[in-house]
């Protein structure tokens, strides 16, 4: 599933591409046919994201809400001509010369203000706002005996983090995931959430997830493999001091973590 930085790279780039004129909106199955009529020769005003939600905000009020879910992607298409859109095509949304091309999400639907205020009021803080409270994520970890691996994957928690980063940022902090959240000290959690902050904006920038310090890249960046450049996630052995990760279900997910820097 996507996490945080993916949906702020979109509404990043979505905006650049499609923001300030009318867009062209189609779709290529019934099931968002209405409303990408209703869409169509609409003004994109802004977008904006908050975890793993995506919104557009448009002329006429009309809010269109997006979360990709497991398996949904958006495809940024810039050939031309541009090929039509698929049986499997949600929604395209085209300005001039590009067109975003949305697949397989959770949710697409037009939402008002006040129901996209209603989604955003369940969510947690999202390291990668600026207006985001870390009290709030602290206050639940106060009160809640569940691990801190588990409740960093709640979105009501911490919204964006997901299955990648929760397992990253435990371990360079050095924060065993099992640990039950009213048992994190106020340091470490400030070490994590300035984790989260850090981590998911360098993911934004980079558009994927490497959460390795320079010094520690087995190559450089560009040239990293799939799934190089991280400490635990996917790991055998820990990326910081190469004991062997301890692996185990956590909130339905694997997870990795290192009993030398992360002890319980
Ligand atoms: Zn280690």
Redesign the pocket.
């Known amino acids: 599933m996507p996490e945080g930085h993916t949906i702020h790279r979109l509404a990043r780039d979505q905006a650049r591409d499609l923001q300030g004129r009318g867009v062209e909106a189609t779709a290529g199955q019934a099931r968002f046919a209405e409303g990408a009529e209703r869409l169509h020769g609409q003004v994109l005003l802004g977008t904006e994201a908050w975890g793993k939600h995506l919104f557009h905000e448009y002329d006429s009020g009309d809010v269109l809400h997006v979360h990709l879910g497991l398996i949904g992607k958006f495809f940024r298409r810039t050939a031309e001509p541009r090929p039509e859109p698929t049986p499997t095509t949600r929604l395209r949304l085209a300005g001039d010369e590009v067109a975003w091309d949305l697949i397989g999400p959770m949710t697409c639907r037009l939402v008002s203000p006040d129901e996209q205020a209603a989604v955003v009021a369940k969510l947690g803080p999202d390291p990668l706002r600026r207006d985001a409270d870390p009290e709030r994520m602290w206050a639940k970890l106060q009160r809640s005996s569940k691990p801190i691996g588990l409740l960093m994957m709640e979105q009501d928690v911490v919204a964006g983090v997901g299955n990648v980063y929760r397992s990253e940022i435990l371990n360079i902090v050095g924060v065993d995931p099992r640990r039950p959240g009213r048992q994190v000290t106020r340091d470490e959690f400030d070490a994590i959430w300035a984790e989260a902050v850090r981590q998911l904006k360098l993911g934004v920038k980079r558009n994927r997830i490497v959460t390795m310090a320079p010094e520690d890249l087995p190559r450089p960046l560009n040239r990293l493999r799939r799934g190089e450049g991280r400490y635990a996630y996917k790991q055998e052995a820990?990326g910081?001091?190469q004991?062997v990760l301890d692996v185990y279900p956590l909130a339905g997910r694997t997870t990795w973590s290192?009993p030398?820097?992360q002890p319980a």
């Open positions: 820990c910081r001091c004991t290192c030398t820097c």
